[in-house]
């Protein structure tokens, strides 16, 4: 089809795509920012950079790029005859809930064409990254997609890669949020990958970068960065917006904390609403769900005092409507807010509640809905008015309170103006004082986007020199040439602490100088190894283990670092000091009930924080004795009643620790330090289970045992697994004051247990010591299973054999063979699948005593339970 026989002053028609593809769009003609775009977006295959406003139907430009490489597959009678996974896409968005969205919306429209969706986020599980293969669209994030990359590369992670034809940038500007720089490093190793000579015949090799964006004012640098020529750079004003929006920006003095602060906002929500809301729906997003819930109470309240003045309810059949609805509900406060006009919507409602929520909202008898940001990605419910009440909410991973990303802020202003009712809209944002301006900048579109590569290169330097993206100093430099902040860094070199007015050449000197300082760290700290001139770069063991677990470089170096046969009191400084936990912060009204708990002098906490003098410490100080203590107050199995912000810094702590301690183990074992990859094994498992693993209180890792079941069990004499097996469902039920059949489910979640193993150490001969390891119990094929089976002397704390195995069978063999000369010993092993046996040869017949300790820890994908994970045994040689 030639371009120019299309007006590009017109809409154009459905119609003029092929027959094949005409069933996936439900609407005759495209609007106008999509007829502009049609010539460039399915008549060519040239990079696209798109900025115009939210609402202008950006999503249908994706779709017709998809179509245009599915063309490849028409045959000259117009049929379509696809390839399987022959020619990807690759959708990145900033959020799961985006991508769980779209996932949702093209599968179902895509299926006529038989086209395989495919999720790829935090909420999905692609152990086995050849499942991909088959995909035709990958829906990810930038996180997931460079985490699932970086892990598998020994296991086909970047096979797909070579597939990839089209990629596809949902929220560009995101790569001015911290989260940002794993966006730019992930495109940046596609268009690496796309210049490989052993990759010319892929379709990688002509990949096309199409990005869009809301409305930022330097998309030419974006353009510039992603190779896209004059006309696929398209900028779209508020004129094509489909509803005319008006923003204001209010700003108000900060609280004692961000939490109060949140709250403090509500006795200006009311007053907010009626000088803007124009008696047309509103939708007031809160930042978690108990906020949602009681703004929506406290508006219901004030309306409430109004009588029938009551602003919410404007008919009598109105309100007999929501009477009869409010019936339908058995939670007492959304009926309460429900009689009033006003509502909340969170994931703590149940289905029927959201949708009765939905439903009222939708005919316009709700008036006002309280929500959470994660709406804004989900179900469409567009409002007359949008109230952003606060610009901060809280980040789990972080543990602490952290601004909306600018693509959250501009999802949720997307809401506002109603197409189909209203010719205009409202955004009002509430925040502090000190960031009114950062928000009049976004919502005019007069924010640059910048890079955030800097402050994390190292990492993702690292990165590549693993994924062999980069193998020399030269590569290296070119990497960086493929990043945004290359592109930026000549426009704006202040922003990235360069003095203004510098000469280019200057500038380049200053970008080899970034790299080979970083290059240089990595290898100071053992993560790469250099050849003798300093050019070749090769990715060490260390250096795997940090960008496999994802470990800041800072958080590594402190591994390194760690003492000599550290103990679980050492690494757990070593986690409390990790990169991936200084956001949490210690706050001023938490250090009365942190210096309370690490004085408790019981037997329940394990570590205290002490003084030098090696005294229990009795103020806490900083962040890093903060963490401490909570994670011990955590992993004692009878944690303390801690407000809201702590327990989420809890949640923080054992997500984050967890995949560090995995990391610092895979470390340990590598340098054979084998009392520390002993504990690190150890510290991960306990976070995982949030127990000590010499808990009284093992029955907590059962579905359906909590605290007070657990104690009540405990002082009946219930207190581990055999004796739990043994017990009469029907005792258990009284003991614990559980109606039936709880007795049944507790001891049917038994069977999801690992095996349970017997592991023995005895003498086969002279100077020959054999461990065997047995499983007991039938093997649970529904769970899989870990065991980390360590073997070392306690002595020199020399890791002499270490394995990952799993338990699919009863018999496993693995021999080993010691041989000791002097103090010098050296360790040869092979692996043979029948029984599992271990002998150590000593050739020395009159050795001093040899003092060998084996560990099993069985880990489990879904139960890391502790009762079978620890076996140790101490058997001294003559």
């Given at each position: 089809?030639?371009?120019?026989?299309?007006?590009?002053?017109?809409?154009?028609?459905?119609?003029?795509?092929?027959?094949a593809?005409?069933?996936?769009?439900p609407?005759?003609?495209?609007?106008?920012?999509?007829?502009?775009?049609?010539?460039?977006?399915?008549?060519?295959?040239?990079?696209?950079?798109?900025?115009?406003?939210?609402?202008?139907?950006?999503?249908?430009?994706?779709?017709?790029?998809?179509?245009?490489?599915?063309?490849?597959?028409?045959?000259?009678?117009?049929?379509?005859?696809?390839?399987?996974g022959?020619l990807k896409?690759?959708?990145?968005?900033?959020?799961?809930?985006?991508?769980?969205?779209?996932?949702?919306?093209?599968?179902?429209?895509?299926?006529?064409?038989?086209?395989?969706?495919?999720?790829?986020?935090?909420?999905t599980?692609?152990?086995?990254?050849?499942?991909?293969h088959?995909?035709?669209?990958?829906?990810?994030?930038?996180?997931?997609?460079?985490?699932?990359?970086?892990?598998?590369?020994?296991?086909?992670?970047?096979?797909?890669?070579?597939?990839?034809?089209?990629?596809?940038?949902?929220?560009?500007?995101?790569?001015s949020?911290?989260?940002?720089?794993?966006?730019?490093?992930v495109?940046?190793?596609?268009?690496?990958?796309?210049?490989?000579?052993?990759?010319?015949?892929?379709?990688?090799?002509?990949?096309?970068?199409?990005a869009?964006?809301?409305?930022?004012?330097?998309?030419?640098?974006?353009?510039?960065?992603?190779?896209?020529?004059a006309?696929?750079?398209?900028?779209?004003?508020?004129?094509?917006?489909?509803?005319?929006?008006?923003t204001?920006?209010?700003?108000?003095?900060?609280?004692?904390?961000d939490?109060?602060?949140?709250?403090?906002?509500?006795n200006?929500?009311?007053?907010?609403?009626?000088?803007?809301?124009?008696?047309?729906?509103?939708?007031?997003?809160?930042?978690?769900?108990?906020?949602?819930?009681?703004?929506?109470?406290?508006?219901?309240?004030t309306a409430?005092?109004?009588?029938?003045?009551?602003?919410?309810?404007?008919?009598?059949?109105?309100?007999q409507?929501l009477?009869?609805?409010?019936?339908?509900?058995?939670?007492?406060?959304?009926?309460?807010?429900?009689?009033?006009?006003?509502?909340?919507?969170?994931?703590?409602?149940?289905?029927?509640?959201?949708?009765?929520?939905?439903?009222?909202?939708?005919?316009?008898?709700?008036?006002?809905?309280?929500?959470?940001?994660?709406?804004?990605?989900?179900?469409?419910?567009?409002a007359?008015?949008?109230?952003?009440?606060?610009?901060?909410y809280?980040?789990?991973?972080?543990?602490?309170?952290?601004?909306?990303?600018?693509?959250?802020?501009?999802?949720?202003?997307?809401?506002?103006?109603?197409?189909?009712?209203?010719?205009?809209?409202?955004?009002?944002?509430?925040t502090?004082?000190?960031?009114?301006?950062l928000y009049?900048?976004?919502?005019?579109?007069?924010?640059?986007?910048?890079s955030e590569?800097?402050?994390?290169?190292?990492?993702?330097l690292?990165?590549?020199?693993?994924?062999?993206?980069?193998?020399?100093?030269?590569?290296?430099?070119?990497?960086?040439k493929?990043?945004?902040?290359?592109?930026?860094?000549?426009k704006?070199?202040?922003?990235?602490?360069?003095q203004?007015?510098?000469?280019?050449?200057?500038?380049?000197?200053?970008?080899?100088?970034?790299?080979?300082?970083?290059?240089?760290?990595?290898?100071?700290?053992?993560?790469?190894q250099?050849?003798?001139?300093?050019?070749?770069l090769?990715?060490?063991?260390?250096?795997?283990?940090?960008?496999?677990?994802?470990?800041?470089?800072?958080?590594m170096?402190?591994?390194?670092?760690?003492?000599?046969?550290s103990?679980?009191?050492?690494?757990?400084?070593?986690?409390?000091?990790?990169?991936?936990?200084?956001?949490?912060?210690?706050?001023?009204?938490?250090?009365?009930?942190?210096?309370?708990?690490?004085?408790?002098?019981?037997?329940?906490?394990?570590?205290?924080?002490?003084?030098?003098?090696?005294?229990i410490?009795?103020?806490?100080?900083?962040?890093?004795?903060k963490?401490?203590?909570?994670?011990?107050?955590?992993?004692?199995?009878?944690?303390?009643?801690?407000?809201?912000?702590?327990?989420?810094?809890?949640?923080?702590?054992?997500?984050?620790?967890?995949?560090?301690?995995?990391?610092?183990?895979?470390?340990?074992?590598?340098?054979?330090?084998?009392?520390?990859?002993?504990?690190?094994?150890?510290?991960?498992?306990?976070?995982?289970?949030?127990?000590?693993?010499?808990?009284?209180?093992?029955?907590?890792?059962?579905?359906?045992?909590?605290?007070?079941?657990?104690?009540?069990?405990?002082?009946?004499?219930?207190?581990?697994?055999?004796?739990?097996a043994?017990?009469?469902?029907?005792?258990l039920e009284?003991?614990?004051?559980?109606?039936?059949?709880?007795?049944?489910?507790v001891?049917?979640?038994?069977?999801?247990?690992?095996?349970?193993?017997?592991?023995?150490?005895?003498?086969v001969?002279?100077?020959?010591?054999?461990?065997?390891?047995?499983?007991?119990?039938?093997?649970?094929?529904?769970?899989?299973?870990?065991?980390?089976?360590?073997?070392?002397?306690?002595?020199?704390?020399?890791?002499?054999?270490?394995?990952?195995?799993?338990?699919?069978?009863?018999?496993?063999?693995?021999?080993?063979?010691?041989t000791?000369?002097?103090?010098?010993?050296?360790?040869?092993?092979?692996?043979?699948f029948?029984?599992?046996?271990?002998?150590?040869?000593?050739?020395?017949?009159?050795?001093?005593?040899?003092?060998?300790?084996?560990?099993?820890q069985?880990?489990?994908?879904?139960?890391?339970?502790?009762?079978?994970?620890?076996?140790?045994?101490?058997?001294?040689?003559?």
């Open positions: 089809m030639d371009p120019g026989h299309l007006d590009p002053d017109s809409l154009k028609s459905v119609s003029v795509l092929p027959s593809f005409q069933r996936l769009f609407f005759r003609y495209f609007n106008a920012v999509q007829s502009a775009s049609f010539a460039e977006t399915f008549l060519s295959d040239q990079n696209i950079v798109i900025s115009a406003p939210t609402g202008s139907g950006k999503t249908i430009l994706f779709e017709l790029c998809i179509l245009r490489l599915l063309t490849s597959f028409l045959t000259p009678e117009g049929d379509f005859n696809r390839v399987p022959g896409t690759v959708y990145i968005a900033p959020t799961k809930a985006l991508v769980q969205d779209k996932l949702r919306d093209w599968s179902l429209r895509f299926s006529f064409l038989g086209l395989k969706c495919q999720e790829l986020t935090g909420d599980n692609v152990s086995n990254v050849h499942e991909l088959d995909a035709d669209v990958i829906l990810t994030t930038p996180e997931k997609f460079d985490f699932v990359t970086r892990r598998h590369r020994d296991h086909g992670g970047l096979s797909f890669f070579a597939d990839i034809s089209l990629l596809l940038i949902d929220e560009v500007h995101l790569l949020e911290p989260r940002g720089a794993s966006l730019e490093a495109i940046s190793r596609m268009k690496m990958l796309a210049r490989f000579p052993e990759l010319k015949e892929c379709p990688i090799a002509r990949i096309r970068f199409i869009v964006s809301a409305t930022v004012p330097n998309i030419e640098d974006i353009a510039e960065w992603l190779k896209v020529s006309s696929g750079m398209k900028r779209f004003g508020e004129e094509t917006r489909p509803v005319k929006l008006t204001r920006v209010y700003g108000y003095a900060p609280a004692k904390n939490f109060l602060f949140e709250r403090r906002l509500q200006f929500l009311y007053d907010v609403l009626m000088h803007h809301w124009q008696g047309r729906p509103s939708l007031v997003f809160c930042s978690t769900r108990r906020g949602a819930q009681e703004a929506a109470v406290t508006l219901a309240e409430l005092k109004l009588g029938t003045q009551n602003p919410f309810i404007k008919s009598q059949e109105q309100y409507r009477q009869d609805a409010a019936n339908l509900t058995n939670e007492r406060q959304l009926q309460q807010c429900i009689n009033c006009g006003v509502a909340f919507h969170n994931g703590g409602l149940s289905l029927s509640d959201r949708n009765l929520v939905e439903g009222l909202f939708l005919k316009g008898d709700l008036q006002v809905l309280c929500t959470t940001n994660t709406l804004a990605h989900g179900v469409n419910l567009p007359h008015s949008v109230i952003i009440k606060s610009t901060q809280y980040n789990k991973e972080k543990g602490s309170y952290t601004e909306y990303e600018r693509s959250t802020i501009l999802q949720m202003s997307g809401r506002a103006g109603r197409p189909q009712f209203d010719d205009s809209g409202v955004v009002i944002i509430m502090r004082r000190e960031t009114v301006h009049q900048n976004l919502l005019s579109g007069s924010e640059p986007v910048e590569l800097l402050p994390s290169i190292v990492e993702h690292n990165a590549e020199v693993v994924l062999l993206t980069v193998s020399d100093v030269g590569l290296a430099i070119d990497w960086l493929c990043s945004f902040l290359y592109v930026r860094i000549k704006n070199p202040q922003h990235y602490h360069i203004a007015g510098v000469s280019s050449e200057s500038l380049e000197n200053k970008m080899k100088e970034i790299c080979l300082q970083n290059v240089n760290e990595l290898a100071n700290y053992g993560m790469l250099s050849d003798e001139f300093g050019f070749t090769t990715p060490l063991e260390p250096g795997k283990i940090m960008a496999k677990y994802y470990l800041h470089f800072e958080t170096k402190a591994i390194t670092n760690a003492p000599d046969r103990t679980l009191e050492n690494l757990l400084y070593v986690l409390a000091n990790a990169k991936e936990l200084s956001s949490i912060k210690l706050r001023r009204d938490e250090k009365k009930r942190l210096n309370s708990i690490n004085s408790e002098t019981s037997s329940r906490m394990r570590f205290h924080v002490t003084a030098p003098n090696g005294t410490k009795k103020r806490i100080q900083t962040h890093v004795e963490i401490f203590v909570l994670t011990n107050d955590v992993l004692s199995g009878e944690p303390s009643a801690l407000d809201f912000s702590m327990s989420q810094d809890i949640n923080c702590i054992c997500t984050s620790g967890t995949r560090i301690c995995r990391g610092m183990s895979d470390y340990f074992i590598f340098m054979k330090r084998y009392k520390e990859a002993c504990n690190a094994l150890t510290l991960g498992k306990c976070l995982k289970q949030r127990l000590w693993e010499k808990t009284s209180y093992p029955l907590k890792q059962l579905v359906g045992i909590g605290q007070v079941t657990a104690k009540a069990l405990l002082k009946a004499g219930v207190d581990s697994f055999d004796k739990l043994a017990a009469d469902p029907r005792r009284l003991i614990t004051g559980r109606k039936y059949p709880f007795g049944n489910q001891k049917s979640a038994l069977d999801a247990l690992p095996p349970r193993v017997d592991l023995k150490l005895f003498e001969g002279f100077g020959k010591i054999e461990c065997c390891l047995t499983r007991l119990s039938p093997a649970n094929r529904s769970s899989k299973h870990i065991a980390d089976l360590v073997v070392g002397n306690k002595e020199e704390n020399r890791l002499l054999f270490h394995e990952r195995i799993r338990y699919l069978s009863k018999e496993t063999s693995i021999h080993l063979e010691d000791t000369h002097q103090s010098r010993r050296s360790i040869k092993g092979g692996v043979c029948q029984q599992l046996g271990i002998q150590l040869v000593n050739s020395k017949l009159y050795t001093a005593e040899l003092n060998l300790q084996a560990i099993t069985i880990r489990s994908h879904l139960h890391a339970k502790l009762y079978v994970e620890v076996l140790g045994f101490v058997l001294c040689s003559p």
